[in-house]
């Protein structure tokens, strides 16, 4: 039949696709139970909801969830967990093992983490199609609009720009910019200049390097404060991320608004946004860095072309002359042939042999940022070595470089030049009696020159070889630059490579650090709960398949909150690593320790015997009573440790483990901490017990036959006078015994149930006291524990119960007796913050003691007994206060 009922629940919820049916159908199914469903986030936002009469708020925000939880006595049910918790359903305290509400919850839960792995998967897909487009899109605009569409599968992306920063002018320009509702919104390509006077949102991020998200009232208040401006309609809400290359510099910004105040972008919105931003940031950063290469190529391509061009014109005019037509074949061979650049020198000169007399043929080079002239080829009939290079100068060389065009001097232009001063002739000896020098040029520059000479006089050069040379001159310069270009490519090739190795390195030592983090606590370097998780998983299919040998151990820190409470944060993260170095040295090579939170450690043990593993407890034990040395303070700090081993026959899956080992740590808590136990049969027996008598008192609470109060008297011990009655509560079970509270009430202590025990207990004795026949009964002392003491509504409760009965302050006596220390502050204000009401005091007898919660105005005092000290933790008494309520 349960299993009837398990099937029919699941069929009920199990078949609908998304939440809004899901809801709809939980409506129909339970439209007279008070739940309600709600989305974890900032902002809890309600999905659904039962009992219509009932009001559920549309949103609370996250800090506020449990104070509303707790004032309404609300069950909280976990719906679904991927990184965190997905949702709740929120159910009244009485209903919330409902079967329907249990299948809703797991429902639920499985279409939010449905939801949350399809929004994973789409961030995934759309950082890959990022990625992707940088490097198969070449056009920067069509690259901006398939990103606009990427993200507006995962944002409301309908209003978003990107802009381009110069940080050397300040010049801000937009290539892309969409905005449905803004009359102002920059057309596309449209720019502007940082006002530092008046700065903008836009501008602001781009000075200042850091993301901003922002709601109106944000913008406006920096608008009062003079901080940055909305420039056009005002959003109600903005949010832009910087893009910077690899050097961390800013070269541009991406931004998102909306105008309706109903899609303002949630945290995981902006979470998603400043990931994605990043991805943008290196992949435009590598677009428009291989955009400015290619134009550069570009631009050398065409260079080169149309200097092709002009030589087959000239080769076309020439033509006619076969023997100038196999030279001139033969020079643009050698012109795209690879060599040694002397080797292409050392050819030309033969060519030009050929055409005309080069007995004396040199080649210089000029670097026009130096003014420098070198001589890499030089070959004459005087002169059997190079010249030097040189600078500043005034030779026939410099002579041609100064005039950017061929140039033809004989022996008498030589004299003439000279007497002008524009050339000074180095040796009168060798001077030549015919000079013919032309420039090399490089996109319009000179960039060395070209010559012949003569020494003879037979032996003249005329404009025709001006004109032959000036032809050939320019294959060099063709042949030049296409060694250059080729030279500036490879070298541009090189660099890119590199820079495309480097961003790979960095991606996969990023994408190392993420799963390194996602895995490990940041603060010390251990595991982290999912991380355990994962392997306990392992561990455990590896236990069911092959019967591996597998041990858990669930460890506390003792004190610590004291520690951490007393000495700062500071000193309890110091405590925590020490803590975690010490237990690691416990363990062996092939355990893991993990952190699991705030104070409590985990390990797990494969492939080992539970022997083993109550070894690494005492280990453990034996190395935390060494003192930690945090700055100057020594601190002791034991721990407790609870150990389990798997066993097949009670344990259905690994979250078993971790909770038999949770509770076998605080059955050492209990115990006095400073040890460790083993979860065993004993243990589990005694749990369950624990948790079949605390299910049997909430049903007793709801009667008035188990629950009873028994009076005993008080007595002076020297006259023998009556001076109170003490209510003792008993349990009558339904087979008549009769319980002592030393049986069950332990098991309640640090539960909430005490609380409505001690009411119902009040309640009683108030009833008793009421009826007429005992108007004479002296006053009665009640048990209460430290919980209702410390509640703040305690005092106004009692009080109330007490007019409700006419029942008069004085005759009630409550009465202290509980494991756990009362906090000085948090007792004053919950326990006689409302008792000034009553007028009337009440004496109570033998309470005076060396400490005591006394109020200011000296009006309400609590006592302690002689003998007790304040509690420290650790201490396993238990202490006994009395108090008045006057």
Not at 616 to 634: C, G, K, N, S, W
Not at 817 to 833: C, H, K, L, M
Request: charged share 25%; glycine share 6%.
């Amino acid at each position: 039949m349960r299993i009837q009922l398990r099937c029919w629940l699941h069929s009920t919820f199990a078949s609908h696709g998304s939440i809004a049916a899901l809801m709809s159908a939980a409506h129909e199914q339970m439209p007279d139970i008070a739940w309600a469903a709600y989305a974890a986030g900032e902002l809890k936002c309600l999905l659904g909801q039962g009992d219509d009469k009932v009001v559920w708020p549309a949103h609370i925000a996250a800090e506020d969830f449990d104070t509303f939880c707790n004032h309404l006595q609300l069950h909280c049910r976990v719906a679904g967990q991927g990184e965190g918790v997905l949702g709740w359903l929120l159910a009244p305290i009485a209903d919330k093992d409902h079967p329907l509400l249990v299948e809703l919850a797991a429902s639920l839960g499985s279409l939010l983490q449905t939801t949350a792995l399809i929004r994973a998967q789409n961030t995934q897909r759309v950082l890959y199609e990022i990625s992707l487009l940088a490097s198969s899109t070449l056009d920067r605009g069509a690259f901006l609009r398939c990103i606009h569409e990427q993200l507006g599968t995962l944002i409301d992306a309908e209003n978003f720009y990107v802009a381009l920063y110069d940080q050397q002018s300040g010049k801000i320009t937009y290539p892309y910019y969409i905005d449905r509702f803004d009359d102002e919104a920059m057309a596309h390509e449209a720019f502007e200049f940082i006002n530092t006077d008046r700065i903008s949102l836009t501008g602001y991020v781009l000075s200042s390097g850091q993301p901003m998200f922002l709601n109106a009232s944000c913008i406006e208040q920096a608008k009062v404060d003079g901080r940055f401006f909305c420039v056009g309609r005002l959003p109600e809400f903005w949010m832009g991320a910087p893009l910077k290359n690899a050097s961390d510099e800013v070269f541009g910004m991406v931004a998102m608004q909306v105008y309706d105040v109903s899609r303002v972008y949630s945290a995981q919105d902006r979470a998603l946004f400043a990931v994605v931003s990043r991805h943008v940031a290196m992949a435009l950063d590598r677009l428009l860095r291989r955009t400015d290469l290619e134009q550069i190529v570009a631009l050398r391509t065409q260079q080169l072309s149309a200097a092709n061009d002009a030589l087959r014109q000239e080769v076309k005019d020439r033509e006619r002359a076969e023997h100038l037509q196999s030279a001139l074949f033969q020079i643009a061979a050698l012109s795209s042939q690879p060599g040694d650049m002397n080797e292409l020198f050392r050819s030309l000169h033969m060519i030009v042999g050929e055409l005309l007399v080069a007995l004396n043929f040199y080649i210089a080079l000029y670097d026009g940022a130096t003014g420098e002239v070198t001589f890499p080829y030089y070959i004459d009939e005087h002169q059997h070595t190079p010249p030097r290079s040189r600078r500043g100068q005034r030779g026939f060389t410099e002579y041609v470089i100064g005039q950017q065009r061929p140039c033809l001097i004989d022996y008498e232009d030589a004299r003439r030049l000279e007497s002008l001063g524009e050339i000074e002739v180095q040796r009168d000896s060798g001077r030549s009696s015919s000079w013919l020098g032309i420039p090399l040029f490089d996109s319009g520059q000179v960039r060395g020159v070209l010559v012949v000479q003569s020494y003879s006089k037979d032996v003249s050069y005329t404009l025709r070889d001006q004109e032959l040379l000036t032809f050939v001159s320019r294959h060099i310069d063709t042949a030049l630059s296409r060694r250059s270009a080729a030279e500036a490519i490879h070298t541009a090739n090189v660099l890119l490579e590199a820079r495309v190795r480097d961003r790979t390195r960095e991606l996969d030592q990023a994408n190392a650090r993420l799963q390194h983090e996602n895995s490990h606590d940041s603060l010390t370097g251990l595991p982290n709960r999912s991380q355990l998780q994962h392997r306990l998983r392992q561990a455990w299919q590896d236990f069911c398949r092959n019967g591996r040998q597998l041990v858990v151990m669930f460890i506390d820190l003792d004190r610590f909150k004291m520690i951490n409470d007393s000495l700062g944060h500071h000193c309890g993260d110091i405590l925590l690593i020490q803590a975690a170095e010490r237990l690691r040295s416990c363990m062996r090579e092939e355990d893991l320790l993990a952190r699991l939170g705030g104070d409590e450690f985990a390990v797990l043990s494969i492939d080992t015997p539970l022997q083993t593993g109550t070894d690494i407890a005492q280990r453990i034990l034996t190395a935390f009573e060494q003192p930690f040395v945090i700055d100057d303070h020594t601190i002791f700090s034991s721990c407790s440790i609870g150990v389990v081993g798997a066993d097949s026959q009670f344990h259905q899956e690994p979250a078993d483990l971790l909770r038999d080992a949770d509770t076998a740590m605080y059955r050492v808590k209990n115990g006095g901490r400073d040890s460790f136990a083993v979860f065993n049969q004993a243990l589990r027996r005694e749990v369950s017990d624990q948790v079949e008598q605390e299910g049997a008192l909430r049903t007793a609470l709801k009667r008035t036959d188990q629950l009873i109060p028994y009076f005993q008297p008080v007595v002076c011990v020297n006259t023998g006078d009556l001076l109170a009655l003490e209510a003792l509560i008993r349990w009558r079970m339904p087979d008549g015994r009769i319980i002592a509270p030393e049986s069950f009430l332990p098991a309640l202590e640090g539960l909430r149930l005490i609380g409505r025990l001690d009411l119902y207990m009040l309640k009683r004795v108030i009833t008793i006291l009421a009826q007429p026949e005992n108007g004479h009964w002296p006053p009665v002392h009640v048990n209460c524990s430290s919980y209702s003491i410390t509640r703040p509504a305690f005092a106004a409760e009692v009080l109330a119960m007490l007019a409700e009965h006419n029942v008069a302050p004085g005759r009630l006596c409550l009465e202290l007796t509980e494991g756990a220390p009362v906090d000085e502050t948090t007792g004053r204000a919950g326990y006689v913050g409302d008792a000034g009401r009553f007028r009337r005091g009440v004496l109570v007898p033998q309470l005076r003691a060396s400490v005591s919660f006394q109020r200011s105005e000296d009006r309400q005092i609590i006592y302690l007994r002689p003998g007790l000290q304040r509690a420290q933790p650790g201490d396993r008494s238990r202490y006994r206060a009395h108090g008045r309520v006057t």
